[in-house]
């Protein structure tokens, strides 16, 4: 039965947004629980396994695989019932090891719900989180600008609501994560400005910007093809309106 489980952030997957105590953690964990995300889309198996090489990393390495939401079910009982499963198939994972780590994409801490599937097997006290670069600071840094205008507000935000409620008001900046439907083709011809970035930190990172009424098919074309190419895509953008553009 698992007793202790440590979160480690690793970013985007670059190995070099893995902090010395991440590093740490790892080389240093009994067992380490690995997801398989489904077909066309092991190499994000692969990234963390490389990862784990790299580092020399010697514990046993556990896979499990993760369940289908039930579609058919109110949003939050989806994704509750959906945690409830991960958590189960942690456990089956782990089998009699009693401390597991995990290495999540970003920062565990950051608009991920694993601490909230951990604390499904183990208590807060027990439940050990290092955290990672975002993907949000990895836009940011590719695009070499600022996430927030002088003395301005910051929003994040998922497409979902910005599907349902579009452009919040009084907005300044908004940075939009989750968003797999390329929500902000909702918003052309509302004078805003789009930096967008696909697989950042990476080798295949993928960067775009400009007026969003000028780039968004521009930008929805681009993910198209590379969700195609690999199987899949991480993906983040920021947009401000456009007299705070560059």
């Known amino acids: 039965m698992i007793e202790t489980v440590t979160l480690v952030g690793i970013g985007t997957g670059n190995p070099g947004h893995l902090t010395l105590d991440g590093a740490e953690a790892l080389t240093s964990a009994d067992t380490i629980l690995v997801p398989r995300k489904g077909t066309g889309k092991d190499d994000l198996a692969e990234i963390r396994l490389a990862l784990l090489d790299r580092l020399g990393v010697t514990a046993r390495v556990a896979f499990f695989d993760y369940p289908v939401r039930d579609e058919s079910l109110p949003y939050l009982e989806r994704v509750e019932r959906w945690h409830d499963e991960i958590a189960a198939r942690w456990a089956e994972a782990a089998g009699e090891a009693k401390s597991v780590a995990l290495l999540v994409w970003g920062d565990p801490s950051f608009y991920d719900s694993t601490m909230r599937i951990a604390l499904r097997l183990t208590t807060r006290d027990r439940l050990r989180v290092l955290p990672g670069i975002t993907a949000v600071q990895a836009l940011t840094a590719a695009h070499a600008i600022p996430v927030n205008a002088v003395n301005g507000r910051i929003l994040t935000t998922t497409g979902r609501r910005l599907r349902d409620g579009g452009w919040p008001e009084g907005a300044e900046t908004v940075v939009t994560v989750l968003d797999g439907e390329c929500s902000f083709k909702a918003l052309t011809g509302e004078g805003l400005y789009i930096w967008w970035g696909a697989f950042l930190g990476m080798p295949e990172q993928i960067l ?36 705070a553009g560059e």
């Not at 198209?224 to 991480?234: F, I, L, P, Q």
């Open 208 to 243: 775009d910007h400009g007026p969003l009424d000028e780039a968004a098919e521009r930008i929805i074309a681009t993910r198209a093809a590379a969700r195609e190419a690999h199987g899949w895509v991480m993906d983040t953008y920021l947009m401000k309106k456009i007299d």
